[in-house]
């Protein structure tokens, strides 16, 4: 459950500076979008709070169009996506799943023209306390989960999001420490299996 949550979510921490914010919803979605399509490469710490209050950090990288790649501090698990499929290592098992990027809410951001329509549809959108909400949802079926994302208004920055499940469930994901346009190696968008990895390490 962690790592569908986390391939629903998607981020990024690129300042767009904006001269006046229009609060028209029309006008925020716009600058949510403007925002979503300036993103280049990102390395940005996050925090993790699970629905049951759990925490977790790491690191999160970020390679448009189609790579990203999370890392845990305390555990050996990761997710990274290669630019076709998205992967998610769970070290307690040893195991990977994949699923295409097609198929999550992951693909709107990893697109080369990330755009808040189509077959992602704004549920609603609202300004509070010097931050501007979004939530998204998947057009062909809104009630498989959505995706909150908040934005400071100035400068205009993504600060957190939220994923909640199609039973309720909620994660929500804080980002700090950020720096966009950082050099990121080809190699951490690779999927390595860490088993085998040992193993060559220790015939």
Known sequence: ?????????????TPVAFAQIDPSPERLVAQAE???????????????????????????YLDRPG?????????????????????FYDSELGEQS??????????????????????????????????????????????????????QEQPFVLRMWRVVDSQGYITDMYLTDLHQGVELPRSLFVYRDPERDVQRLNP
């Open 34 to 60: 403007a925002y979503l399509r300036n993103l280049d490469t990102i390395q940005s710490r996050f925090v993790q709070i699970g629905n049951d209050g759990s925490r977790l950090e790491g690191v999160f």
């Open 98 to 151: 994949n699923a295409p990027i097609g198929q999550t809410l992951a693909d709107f951001i990893l697109r080369d023209d990330p755009r808040l329509s189509g077959d992602v549809t704004v549920q609603n959108v609202w300004r509070e306390a010097g931050a501007v909400y979004v939530t998204l949802v998947q057009t062909s079926d809104p009630g498989a989960g959505s995706l909150r994302l908040v934005f």
């Open 67 to 87: 790579r990203l790649r999370f890392e845990y501090d305390s555990l050996d698990d990761f997710i990274v996506a290669d630019g076709t499929f998205i992967y």
């Open 1 to 13: 459950m962690r790592y569908f949550l986390l391939a629903l979510a998607l981020l990024g921490t």
